[in-house]
């Protein structure tokens, strides 16, 4: 059996990118399953954030998914982590990938952060989970959930959080173009283009201009993209930071 074969018959994790996860056909939807089980999910995430953290980081982490980037994330020396995602399913599936790898410096929390007050949001939770979002349009959904959202910027002055980590179906745009992130020196992220298009590309990169936040092509692959607070120094052409 190779890493990335699952048998449900043996009760033994999968492994991805050297993470067990400990779950089933059952628990996501076929294409997903399909992309776990070929070693694609999040690969591009996986070898970006191996290297974005230091020893000693706080980081706020926006859409858990299974919990492989955070439990990567987990991995570097001294760091403390949280974890929210708006869909229930999805959030228990972490915890229990966290759990079996041992992770005991992350808290995983059912929820919403918006840069905005709390106010109510509708949910809509599709059959491929990464499409879920608090977007009707963007296609067909099973059910829908109520959540109230929390203020980003309190939370992170709360935490003292000095990275974000995200991958949240396109509320990216909004939620930059809004927050302040004060005392955050690294942002990774997911783009969305499909959902926002070009011109929401370039919404985002003049909202990190504004905040003081360069786009890092070191740490970025494709879509997934680091911004890092510009401090003015030339880099080393050798220096993989």
């Given at each position: 059996m190779t890493s990335t074969q699952y048998d449900e018959t043996i009760f033994s994790p999968l492994m991805i990118h050297g993470i067990s996860v400990p779950i089933s056909k059952s628990d996501v939807s076929p294409i997903i399953?399909?992309?776990?089980?070929?070693?694609?999910y999040e690969a591009k995430e996986v070898r970006s954030v191996r290297t974005l953290l230091r020893p000693g980081d706080r980081v706020l982490e926006l859409g858990s998914g299974l919990g492989i980037i955070t439990t990567v994330m987990a991995q570097t020396p001294d760091v403390q982590i949280w974890s929210f995602d708006a869909?229930?399913?999805?959030?228990?599936l972490a915890r229990k990938t966290a759990e079996v790898n041992g992770?005991?410096?992350t808290k995983f929390e059912h929820g919403l952060l918006t840069a905005s007050e709390a106010t109510d949001h509708?949910?809509?939770?599709?059959?491929?989970?990464?499409m879920s979002s608090l977007l009707e349009s963007q296609g067909p959904y099973e059910t829908t959930i109520s959540i109230t959202s929390s203020n980003i910027d309190e939370f992170i002055s709360e935490k003292a959080v000095n990275v974000l980590v995200m991958d949240i179906e396109g509320a990216e745009r909004?939620?930059?173009?809004?927050?302040?992130?004060?005392?955050?020196?690294?942002?990774?992220?997911?783009l969305h283009d499909h959902l926002?298009?070009?011109?929401?590309?370039?919404?985002?990169?003049?909202?990190?201009?504004?905040?003081?936040?360069?786009?890092?092509?070191?740490?970025?692959?494709?879509?997934?993209?680091?911004?890092?607070?510009?401090?003015?120094?030339?880099?080393?052409?050798?220096?993989?930071?």
């Open positions: 399953w399909e992309s776990i089980v070929s070693g694609q869909n229930p399913h999805v959030i228990n992770v005991q410096n509708t949910f809509y939770i599709r059959q491929d989970f990464w909004e939620l930059l173009s809004a927050a302040c992130l004060n005392g955050v020196d690294r942002v990774f992220l997911e926002y298009g070009l011109s929401g590309v370039r919404n985002i990169f003049v909202a990190m201009d504004k905040l003081g936040f360069s786009y890092d092509p070191r740490g970025s692959v494709g879509p997934c993209v680091l911004f890092q607070r510009d401090d003015g120094q030339i880099r080393s052409y050798f220096s993989s930071e």
